[in-house]
Every structure is written in structure tokens, then in C-alpha cells.
């Protein structure tokens, strides 16, 4: 079930761009992505998110940046990305938190996990 794994969304990018995914018609990333971590700075999350901002800007020559939006059980970063123009260039660090319980938790998320986000692949357990 999509709404109960930790999502990230960079992870299968990752593993695309490690696997030889050159043969797709379109070249990605031919600019700049924004890596959304809905929580505060130094937290494990946005240690995981620097990590791996790194060595795909190295893999891929194209810079990743990390925007902490902390607030609100991580609802305030995730429902920034579940706004965002869907083209792969705004990923968001989602956990259990903000995409299994938050729906839970309020009566009224300004947005819905499983509609608004697409899940890619599970990065940490």
C-alpha cells in the first residue's frame, strides 16, 4: 500500500541515473532540483536529503538543493511539493509521518498522499 512506505522521491531517480537510464528520449536533470525536507535542519532526515543531494549533483552535474520547510508534523514542506508543478523537478523527503499518519492525525491536510505525491521508492529503513 503506497500511503504506508516511506516515500522518497529521489531515490529511483537516483537508481535510474545509476543504472543507465540514458537510453530514455529526454535528458533529466537539465536544471537545478529543489529537495523539499519538511522538517528543521541537522535533523536525520535532512542528513539523509544532503547526502544524497551530493552525490547525485556529482552524478549528474546538475545541483540539488536542499529547502528546509519545517512546521506543522511536516505538513507545511510536503503539501508545498503536492503544489508544485508535477515535472520532477521538486522532490520531497516523505516519511511515515507526513504521508501515513498525518491523514490520520487531521481531519482536513491541505493535501491527500496518495492523489498529490507519487511514490518512488523506499531510500531508508
Not at 537545478?32 to 549528474?60: C, E, M, N, Q, T
Not at 520531497?92 to 492523489?115: E, H, Q, S
Request: hydrophobic share 45%; net charge positive.
Amino acid at each position: 500500500m503506497k500511503s504506508t512506505r516511506t516515500c522518497l522521491l529521489a531515490t529511483t531517480l537516483g537508481a535510474l541515473a545509476c543504472t543507465g537510464a540514458g537510453a530514455l528520449a529526454q535528458s533529466y536533470p537539465e536544471r537545478a532540483i529543489r529537495y523539499v525536507v519538511p522538517f528543521a535542519a541537522g535533523g536525520a532526515g535532512d542528513l539523509v536529503a544532503r547526502a544524497v543531494s551530493a552525490r547525485l549533483s556529482k552524478l549528474w552535474g546538475q545541483q540539488i538543493i536542499v529547502d528546509n520547510r519545517p512546521g506543522a508534523n511536516g505538513i507545511i514542506g510536503t503539501d508545498l511539493v503536492a503544489k508544485s508543478k508535477p515535472d520532477g523537478y521538486t522532490w520531497v523527503l516523505g516519511v511515515t509521518a507526513t504521508i501515513a499518519v498525518n491523514p490520520f492525525m487531521y481531519a482536513k491536510l491541505p493535501y491527500d498522499a496518495n492523489r498529490d505525491l507519487d511514490h518512488v521508492s523506499q531510500f531508508t529503513s
